[in-house]
């Protein structure tokens, strides 16, 4: 299964138009789709409740997001996607929703708030892995969350002050395709899914070179399992060898 940041991201964008005004006060709300046992720390961490300010938002949006900073990103993916009550998915797919609601349930009160719509934010940072390092997207950070199963293909792109950010992470038979575009004045940095330089390859140029040998892209660091590439202004096609 492919996923162009449209479909069920194009859905929710297209619905967040929720703005909290005034002050209000939010009781705790059940996080989605936790299956199996949730750890302790990240249930208390998505589960509290928001404070009393003008434009607050309850924890418990971030739910994917922390669960991917805490390593749980296969867990994330299945929380984003599922379709019974509580999810997202719930809410377009099965109850038609053309706006978040305010809490999980087909009753909830008001259908438009901006409380729930962190997913969106979890597409773009962390599925797609786009992140601004420094202001104006001067230095950009290219670090997707690959689930393990369930999804082949993801391609999002930002038109930033300096212009077109973009990538798209591919499995193929031969292994795994990942591109970037990096606009004029910018840099980037690329974490490649690979721990041996010899399996990535650079394509972007027309011609087939080990990675860190491509014009402008420089091997910086290994972590987590991840190759560190840093790269000028321009596009690149980085291929990672199938084990």
Known sequence: ???????????????????????????????????????PLLYSANCSCSSASSGAESSSTTSATALTATGHHD?????????????WGYWTDLLKFTA???????????????????????????LAGIRPLEPGFRKIEFKPEIPTAGLDSVSASYQSVRGLVAIRWRRAATGMELDVAVPPNATGRVYVPASNPLTVTETGSGKVVVADQADSVKLIGVEGGRLIYEVGSGWYQFRIAKK
């Open 75 to 87: 867990v994330a993916y299945t929380v984003a996607t599922q379709t019974t009550e509580p999810s």
């Open 100 to 126: 978040l609601g305010e809490e999980w349930p087909a009753n909830t009160r008001s259908r438009n708030h901006h409380f729930f719509g962190a997913i969106v934010q979890w597409f773009y940072e962390d």
């Open 1 to 39: 299964m492919g996923w162009s940041l449209g479909s069920f991201a194009k859905r929710l964008r297209r619905v967040i138009r929720g703005r909290v005004s005034g002050t209000q006060l939010h009781r705790p709300r059940v996080v989605p789709g936790f299956p199996g046992t949730t750890p």
